[in-house]
């Protein structure tokens, strides 16, 4: 279902300051206020404004400033277009998969030996999976590897190294994670004795 986006008409106030003019965001505001289990005193405290001036946006009695939305959103910790955009209606879709420790699919390349996680679920927006890295250079590599989409990569057990080709090697111990573009040329080396083991979750 497609959102649908308020229009927001700017004027100028008899001060010259640009305001927005948007039958939604009073109600916005108070959704979210309540969302937040808000006092209009304790919205004033943080925000810096006048109990009586969220009120009256509250209630639509006046149209807030950009000055005002920008205290408003830093108060109250919001991205400044949540003040007039509506939330999506949110459907579970009630789809679960659980892979046993060592029950994942095996896939292996010369590189890498990997246990692809969540396997049951078709049409996956990630693509989780627990790999074992074999690679000590990258001369093993014939090329850097590319694929569509974002990757997270989070060490469990050893050390590895990312190797990337816009940024200096990083070396990663356990407990470190690392987040980039997976369209950019990538690898992983291990660094420890013992073979690595990481842990990734690629875009589809």
């Not at 986006?5 to 640009?18: K, M, Q």
């Not at 093993?140 to 997270?152: A, Q, T």
Request: hydrophobic fraction near 35%; aromatic fraction near 8%; charge should be negative.
């Amino acid at each position: 279902m497609t959102d649908v986006y308020p229009s927001i008409a700017l004027t100028r106030s008899e001060g010259g300051e640009s305001k927005v003019d948007s039958v939604n965001i009073g109600e916005q505001l108070k959704a979210i206020r309540t969302k937040n289990k808000l006092t209009l005193e304790e919205a004033s405290k943080l925000t810096g404004l006048a109990k009586s001036t969220l009120s009256k946006i509250e209630n639509e009695q006046i149209s807030p400033t950009f000055m005002v939305m920008q205290k408003l959103a830093a108060g109250l910790e919001i991205d400044l277009p949540q003040l007039f955009t509506k939330p999506k209606t949110l459907l579970a879709t009630g789809r679960r998969d659980i892979t046993k420790a060592g029950e994942g699919k095996q896939q292996l390349t010369p590189t890498y030996e990997h246990e692809l996680l969540s396997t049951q679920l078709s049409n996956k927006k990630m693509l989780p999976y627990r790999t074992c890295v074999h690679s000590r250079s990258f001369d093993e590599y014939k090329d850097w590897v590319r694929h569509e989409g974002e990757e997270f990569l989070y060490v469990l057990e050893g050390q590895v190294q990312l190797l990337t080709e816009f940024y200096e090697p990083a070396t990663l111990n356990v407990g470190d994670s690392a987040y980039y573009d997976a369209t950019m040329g990538h690898a992983v080396i291990s660094l420890s004795e013992k073979d690595a083991h990481i842990l990734w979750i690629t875009s589809a």
